[in-house]
């Protein structure tokens, strides 16, 4: 009886070509590690190639490898350009609109008017004082002539004037002169607060300066 060779069973030995079939796995698996790992790098996925079109090559070179993580460090993903393109920051005053020259300078001018016009007042003439002022108290400007006399008399528009016999003092003569005291504390060097305190005065006493006058001219006082 001869002896024939044992059949080798199909599972055992590697079948033909197995090599070509495990090829694409192993370079599929790599690219799925590779890919882990960009991600995590860089935070940007990496997508394998489609089945059937062909894989990708797994193995980065050095230079891209130090360009991923150079990216990664600095937070860019454009290159410069990009950085170039980003819009600049615009804050609040940058968006805010440009002051009108105009509006400006009519600020200015009123503020500074505001703080001197007391100055102006108290440095003018007497009589322009008593003519600003007469409307304030509720005068026309028809009254001025009547205090105009009244008062020529009683001071010659003096502020510095003294009675040293009854002790009345300033423009309207009040007797005592500190009674002026209730309109500022510089009613002894100050035209502006004799004026206002002479009008209130008349206003309260004889209700105008004309009714001041006419009282003046009959008992020479008022």
Request: hydrophobic share 35%.
């Amino acid at each position: 009886m001869s002896k024939h060779a044992k059949p080798v069973p199909k599972h055992r030995g590697a079948p033909k070509h197995a090599h070509l079939k495990e090829a694409p796995r192993r370079a599929a698996r790599n690219v799925v590690v590779l890919s882990s790992v960009a991600l995590a790098v860089t935070g940007v996925s990496v997508t394998a190639g489609v089945a059937g079109q062909g894989v990708p090559d797994p193995t980065p070179s050095a230079a891209d490898a130090a360009a991923d993580v150079a990216d990664a460090a600095t937070g860019s993903t454009g290159g410069g350009a990009a950085t170039a393109e980003r819009a600049p920051v615009i804050s609040r005053d940058d968006r805010r609109p440009q002051a009108d020259p105009t509006k400006t300078a009519a600020l200015a001018e009123s503020s500074t008017s505001a703080l001197t016009d007391a100055r102006k007042l108290s440095e003018s003439d007497p009589r322009d004082i008593a003519r600003a002022l007469l409307r304030e108290f509720g005068f026309s400007s028809d009254q001025f002539g009547c205090l105009d006399s009244l008062w020529t008399r009683e001071s010659g528009w003096r502020w510095n004037a003294d009675n040293p016999s009854s002790s009345a003092y300033g423009i309207p003569q009040a007797l005592p002169g500190s009674k002026m005291s209730s309109a500022g504390a510089d009613w002894a060097t100050n035209p502006a607060t004799q004026i206002r305190w002479g009008l209130g005065y008349i206003r309260d006493r004889y209700g105008s300066p004309c009714s001041a006058w006419g009282h003046s001219e009959s008992h020479n006082w008022y």
